[in-house]
């Protein structure tokens, strides 16, 4: 597993792309300023091909790492409603068909993409289920076996990417609480996403500087991180951002991309 020996450096990544159509969703010109890598919707739960190429340009531009961001097919929901009964080997090509796609669009636009982290539902689930955990593996290294693959901690996931020999790194959640058994907590549970900053800081330090994950039953467990993700559709991430940046720095932690976009022909 790829990860930051002393942790005087972490990746902050962000979900963006996410506007499609007349929709605009989150404000990802200001996110760019202050996170290292971007994890870009590929239409299937938000974003639109000239969202995408927008999105691919502004992060070249900001030197800013990408990656694809699959989903289930769900825009009514956002990606985050549970969907079963798809054929494994359906869901397996509309993952390939978004991933080509953002890969697609990063080569036109002369940033080539770094890593793949699947999106909401759908990421939950393969934490959690072995099969669908090495379906999204499978997927990804179809496209390009050199792509990272971003897992959380204790996940299904996370076990099915080194497994199948694909790079990893564990990824840690800024703005969302932990289960016992260092799952993110549901969304229709109360106090599963942290609006509070001062909250939001005590865990990502707790997480990246003491190297564990605080959860809402009182334990501590090990983790270690090599990137950290804020929502970019959660009211006020940009000041989150901001201040998770001063506050690291603050902690001797500089921000830096787990991966940088390799030149190709």
Same mark, same amino acid.
């Given at each position: !597993?790829l990860?930051?020996?002393?942790?005087?450096?972490?990746d902050l990544?962000?979900?963006?792309?996410e506007?499609?159509g007349?929709w605009?969703?989150?404000d990802?010109?200001?996110?760019?300023?202050l996170?290292?890598?971007?994890?870009?919707?590929?239409?299937?739960?938000a974003?639109?091909?000239a969202?995408?190429?927008r999105t691919? *340009?502004m992060a070249?531009?900001?030197?800013?790492?990408?990656?694809a961001?699959?989903?289930?097919a769900?825009l009514?929901?956002?990606g985050?409603? *549970?969907?079963?009964?798809?054929r494994p080997e359906d869901l397996?090509?509309?993952?390939?068909?978004?991933?080509v796609?953002l890969?697609?669009?990063?080569?036109?636009?002369?940033?080539p993409m770094?890593h793949?982290?699947?999106?909401?539902?759908? +990421?939950? !689930?393969?934490?959690v289920d072995?099969?669908?955990?090495a379906?999204c593996?499978?997927a990804?290294?179809?496209?390009?076996p050199?792509?990272?693959?971003?897992?959380?901690p204790?996940?299904?996931?996370?076990a099915?990417a080194?497994?199948?020999?694909?790079?990893?790194?564990?990824? $840690?959640?800024?703005?969302?609480?932990?289960?016992d058994?260092?799952?993110l907590?549901p *969304?229709?549970q109360t106090?599963?996403v942290?609006h509070?900053?001062?909250q939001c800081l005590?865990?990502?330090?707790e !997480? $990246?500087?003491?190297?564990?994950?605080p959860?809402?039953g +009182?334990?501590?467990?090990? $983790?270690?991180?090599?990137t950290?993700c804020?929502?970019?559709?959660?009211p006020g991430?940009v000041?989150?951002?901001?201040?998770? *940046?001063?506050?690291l720095a603050?902690?001797? $932690?500089g921000?830096a991309p787990f991966a940088?976009?390799?030149?190709?022909?």
């Amino acid at each position: !597993m790829l990860g930051f020996e002393d942790m005087r450096t972490i990746d902050l990544n962000c979900d963006m792309g996410e506007s499609f159509g007349a929709w605009t969703v989150g404000d990802d010109a200001a996110m760019l300023d202050l996170v290292s890598s971007a994890n870009i919707a590929c239409g299937f739960h938000a974003g639109d091909p000239a969202v995408i190429r927008r999105t691919v *340009r502004m992060a070249r531009e900001k030197g800013v790492s990408i990656g694809a961001h699959p989903s289930f097919a769900d825009l009514y929901g956002f990606g985050r409603r *549970r969907i079963s009964g798809e054929r494994p080997e359906d869901l397996e090509a509309q993952l390939i068909y978004q991933i080509v796609a953002l890969q697609g669009m990063a080569r036109i636009g002369g940033h080539p993409m770094t890593h793949v982290k699947t999106h909401g539902a759908l +990421g939950n !689930m393969a934490a959690v289920d072995p099969d669908l955990a090495a379906l999204c593996v499978r997927a990804v290294k179809a496209v390009d076996p050199a792509l990272v693959y971003v897992a959380t901690p204790y996940s299904e996931a996370l076990a099915a990417a080194e497994a199948a020999g694909l790079p990893v790194v564990c990824e $840690v959640y800024a703005d969302r609480t932990y289960t016992d058994a260092g799952e993110l907590t549901p *969304r229709t549970q109360t106090g599963a996403v942290i609006h509070d900053l001062n909250q939001c800081l005590d865990q990502v330090l707790e !997480m $990246v500087v003491n190297g564990h994950i605080p959860t809402t039953g +009182g334990k501590r467990l090990p $983790v270690e991180a090599a990137t950290l993700c804020v929502h970019g559709d959660t009211p006020g991430a940009v000041q989150m951002a901001a201040a998770l *940046r001063t506050g690291l720095a603050e902690n001797g $932690v500089g921000i830096a991309p787990f991966a940088r976009p390799e030149p190709r022909d």
